[in-house]
T-cell receptor, first 114, second 117 residues
Framework: GAGVSQSPRYKVAKRGQDVALRCDPI?????LFWYQQALGQGPEFLTY????????KSGLPSDRFFAERPEGSVSTLKIQRTQQEDSAVYLC????????????FGQGTRLTVV | GENVEQHPSTLSVQEGDSAVIKCTYS??????FPWYKQELGKRPQLIID?????GEKKDQRIAVTLNKTAKHFSLHITETQPEDSAVYFC????????????????FGKGTHLIIQP
């Protein structure tokens, strides 16, 4: 594909609402990462997939956060019962296992919880 | 886990001058150090990276140096131009060799680089 694609670009959720954020990685990229970027901060690691296997979820801030990649391609990050502190940009990145291994980022989903 | 510190948080330089941003890391197992440029409202984009088996890498006006013993690495931008204005992030992670995948990146807090005309 042309690049990592994320949808929606913007999401406003009422506190307590569940949200689902989608990531379409670059075709053929085995590795997929989710990051959370608060305003004025650097991205913070949430979770990592290699194909469909979730190899690291140590960065997920609470059990309200859940990610899946059932067929090893598209991934969804779900946040249940959203709270104001969940407001941030959620970035997805993908990379191949071979070559430089550079991580390519999507444009992110800006989540605002009101 | 890994901890990455980045300085300064804001850097203002005259157009044409050089800019230097410094980062330190804590995990001696980290072996991959990329630098990302992020313009307002846009995605982070890789500008240069370095692996722990080399001490310096250059790409035109951009260079990165790595001191494994001291656990610090720096970004050098020469002949700065207005389009260099952005937020720059350093990061660190472990890569397990070809086909082995990688840990997630640990980012610094960013440096807002301002190029004064």
């Amino acid at each position: 594909g042309a690049g990592v694609s994320q949808s929606p670009r913007y999401k406003v959720a009422k506190r307590g609402q569940d949200v689902a954020l989608r990531c379409d990685p670059i075709s053929g990229h085995v590795s997929l990462f989710w990051y959370q970027q608060a305003l004025g901060q650097g991205p913070e690691f949430l979770t990592y997939f290699q194909n469909e296997a979730q190899l690291d979820k140590s960065g997920l801030p609470s059990d309200r956060f859940f990610a899946e990649r059932p067929e090893g391609s598209v991934s969804t990050l779900k946040i249940q019962r959203t709270q104001q502190e969940d407001s941030a940009v959620y970035l997805c990145a993908s990379s191949s296992l071979s070559g430089t291994g550079e991580a390519f980022f999507g444009q992110g989903t800006r989540l605002t919880v009101v | 886990g890994e901890n990455v510190e980045q300085h300064p948080s804001t850097l203002s330089v005259q157009e044409g001058d050089s800019a230097v941003i410094k980062c330190t890391y804590s995990d001696s197992a980290s072996n991959y150090f990329p630098w990302y440029k992020q313009e307002l409202g846009k995605r982070p984009q890789l500008i240069i990276d370095i692996r722990s088996n080399v001490g310096e890498k250059k790409d035109q006006r951009i260079a990165v140096t790595l001191n494994k013993t001291a656990k610090h690495f720096s970004l050098h931008i020469t002949e700065t131009q207005p389009e260099d204005s952005a937020v720059y992030f350093c990061a660190a992670s472990r890569r397990r060799g070809t086909g082995g995948g990688a840990d997630g990146l640990t980012f610094g807090k960013g440096t807002h680089l301002i190029i004064q005309p």
